[in-house]
């Protein structure tokens, strides 16, 4: 993924990428200086605001009063590039089992029981061994 930051044309969809690093630590328009480095583990909750401040109150030059509208398709995580290899080893326990006709659930293992909320991780790892 190419990150960039800035507003696209109208009507145009823009990726916008902020890594956790460029984050400022802010409370009430305020930069806080003796804030804790950021820890993105600890994120709970996640706020998009158009404010009429920017940093330590100095007022935003874009802000207007009035109707604000900001679609956004998704937000998420990502990882910086190069995204080294990365491997997850889907154990063959019960991967023959989870699609057999006839199949009594109760009688199998934990793993085959709980294909469907896992995600049916068993029966693609029959698909992918085959």
């Given at each position: 993924?190419?990150?960039?930051?800035?507003?696209?044309?109208?009507?145009?969809?823009?990726?916008?990428?902020?890594?956790?690093?460029?984050?400022?630590?802010?409370?009430?328009a305020r930069t806080v200086s003796d804030a804790?480095?950021?820890?993105?583990?600890?994120?709970?909750?996640l706020q998009l605001m158009f404010s009429k401040?920017?940093?330590?109150?100095?007022?935003?030059?874009?802000?207007?009063?009035?109707?604000?509208?900001?679609?956004?398709?998704?937000?998420?995580?990502?990882?910086?590039?190069?995204?080294?290899?990365?491997?997850?080893?889907?154990g063959s326990a019960g991967a023959t089992r989870?699609?057999?006709?006839?199949?009594?659930?109760?009688?199998?293992?934990?793993?085959?029981?709980?294909?469907?909320?896992?995600?049916?991780?068993?029966?693609?790892?029959?698909?992918?061994?085959?």
């Open positions: 993924m190419h990150c960039r930051a800035g507003l696209g044309g109208a009507g145009l969809w823009q990726t916008v990428c902020v890594p956790f690093s460029s984050l400022k630590p802010i409370f009430q804790p480095p950021f820890d993105p583990s600890n994120i709970v909750s401040f920017e940093f330590d109150g100095k007022l935003n030059p874009t802000f207007v009063e009035g109707a604000f509208k900001l679609p956004l398709s998704s937000i998420r995580a990502y990882l910086k590039e190069p995204i080294t290899p990365r491997f997850v080893h889907l989870p699609d057999r006709p006839g199949l009594d659930l109760s009688k199998q293992p934990p793993a085959v029981r709980l294909n469907k909320e896992l995600d049916f991780i068993l029966t693609f790892k029959l698909k992918v061994s085959y």
